[in-house]
Nanobody, 115 residues
Framework: QVQLVESGGGSVQAGGSLRLSCAASGSTFRFNAGAWYRQAPGKQRELVAHIASSGSPNYADSVKGRFTISRDNAKNTVYLQMNSLKPEDTAVYYC?????????WGQGTQVTVSS
């Protein structure tokens, strides 16, 4: 059974940085594609970043130039480097992984940015 485990969330002041990790276990298959979503209180879940099997990334306009999605195939892990964090980035961040023809989701990790 595939499991995605996120780590790296926490609290930081505006302007700070965090790096989220999403490690897949329970499968011999590697990430085909990966993504990070977030959901703030009272708001819908939104796509933050996506990385294709080719490694090509895409970002929400709100995080372009500040966030970087990457992958380490050897570790079967997807990362989200978040710089210049703003209070509006506060949310629960969820990773998704497209593995062996299915999307799997992590349990979420809280990111809180204070002004």
């Amino acid at each position: 059974q595939v499991q995605l485990v996120e780590s790296g969330g926490g609290s930081v002041q505006a302007g700070g940085s965090l790096r989220l990790s999403c490690a897949a276990s329970g499968s011999t298959f590697r990430f085909n594609a990966g993504a990070w979503y977030r959901q703030a209180p009272g708001k819908q879940r939104e796509l933050v970043a996506h990385i294709a099997s080719s490694g090509s990334p895409n970002y929400a306009d709100s995080v372009k130039g500040r966030f970087t999605i990457s992958r380490d195939n050897a570790k079967n892990t997807v990362y989200l480097q978040m710089n210049s964090l703003k209070p509006e980035d506060t949310a629960v961040y969820y990773c998704g992984g497209y593995i062996d023809g299915h999307w799997y989701w992590g349990q979420g990790t809280q990111v809180t940015v204070s002004s």
